[in-house]
């Protein structure tokens, strides 16, 4: 414990952070709305040794300064603010950052024993032991409060995989129950596969990309849970309360103002959008 604090402090004196950099970041991002100062402050040094611990690997074409650096460190380390600061993104050092979406090669073998192998674009990936992979054009779409968020989306596999491989199941605490947890993960996610199976385009409260399998439900709904926490507790009470239970935070209340300002906007048509075309309330954007 002594070598850990020393350490850490050493690196939090060795890579200070501008201050003027530290604003710019937090003002790029919706998402840190209503942090007080306490918690402000215990962000920024755990992007600090957050960009330490990890290595950010820019692929040409992508514009990589240190800004950009702190919010994606920001939107890292947003999901851990209220747990004890243990190793938990552990197992992997580098995220690399793709200037695009990307060709994931994937094979399954069917029933039958015939192995089918494709190729499907991904905007990011999280492997066992393995990199975090990020396609930039999601990394600058995040940050906002509208339900997408590929950094937390592929660092919550990371979670995930704590204890094995990804199935929705991260590491629960103490004080939380297993029973509970899959009781309400399983019917959320048993709903929204009933869902889509009646009717494919469905325009369902939630991502649909979460039915297609328990791990992305658990990753889809830590987006919702951080970004657009009111849809997902209007979608699935008992996922959210799990969620909070696991971040050990509540985004629906510190996101209020916010989220209250953001319908307002939505509802006023401005003046450059004087028909209130694209001013509907009600819409998902995602
Ligand atoms: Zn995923």
Known sequence: MFFRNWRRRRVLARHPVADADWQAACTALPLLSGLDELALTRLRERCVLFLHDKQLTALAGVALDQPARLRLAAQACLPLLGLPELDWYQGFREIVLYPDDF????????????????????SGEAWQQGPVILAWPGVLASGTLDGYNLPIHELAHKLDMLNGAANGLPP???????????????????????????????????????????????????EYFFSAPDLLHDAFPAVYQQLALFYRQDPLQRLAPALAALAADRATPSAADPDGAHGETGGIPL
């Open 103 to 122: 060709l994931s090669p994937q094979r399954y073998r069917d029933e039958s024993g015939i192995e089918h192998a494709w190729d499907e674009a991904r």
């Open 172 to 222: 629960l605490h103490a004080n939380m129950r297993l029973q509970d947890w899959a009781e309400a993960m399983q019917s959320a996610y048993d709903q929204l596969n009933t869902q889509l199976d009646t009717d494919p385009d469905a325009q369902t409260q939630i991502d649909p990309y979460a039915a297609e399998h328990p791990a992305e439900f658990f990753a889809v709904t830590s």
